[in-house]
């Protein structure tokens, strides 16, 4: 298990820009896949995207690809999700997720948690 900690969301209008970091609390954090997922009111939890170990490998949702990216800092313990070109529907809590899977697009692919940062896009 690896303790996560999303920081980064709040406000911005539509077609503005954020970036989200989740930050883990141990030095195995390289040894986890990242994934990030994203949860509006009324709706489930659906999956954005993951890093794997290395960070040479990303894979995204059709809905924010070309839009968000994925990167990591092993050195630092922390992944991030660069969110671009921002849309109204993108307003949601997003998580981020760690996996020992090898390429994980699951929620049960996931182990361990953060308890969520919310993004609100404005019109």
């Known amino acids: 298990q690896v303790q996560l900690v999303e920081s980064g969301g709040g406000l911005v209008q539509a077609g503005g820009s954020l970036r989200l970091s989740c930050a883990a609390s141990r030095r195995t954090f390289s040894n986890y896949a990242i994934g990030w997922f994203r949860q509006a009111p009324g709706k489930e939890r659906g999956f954005v995207g993951y890093?794997?170990?290395?960070?040479?490998?990303?894979y995204y949702a059709d809905s924010v690809k070309g839009r968000f990216t994925i990167s990591r800092d092993n050195a630092k313990n922390t992944a991030y999700l660069q969110m671009n070109s921002l849309k109204p529907e993108d307003t949601a809590v997003y998580y981020c997720?760690?996996?020992?899977?090898?390429?994980?697009?699951?929620?049960?692919?996931?182990?361990?948690w953060g308890r969520g940062t919310q993004v609100t896009v404005s019109s």
């Open positions: 997720a760690a996996s020992a899977v090898l390429a994980p697009r699951l929620n049960g692919d996931f182990g361990s």
């Open positions: 890093i794997n170990w290395t960070g040479d490998r990303t």
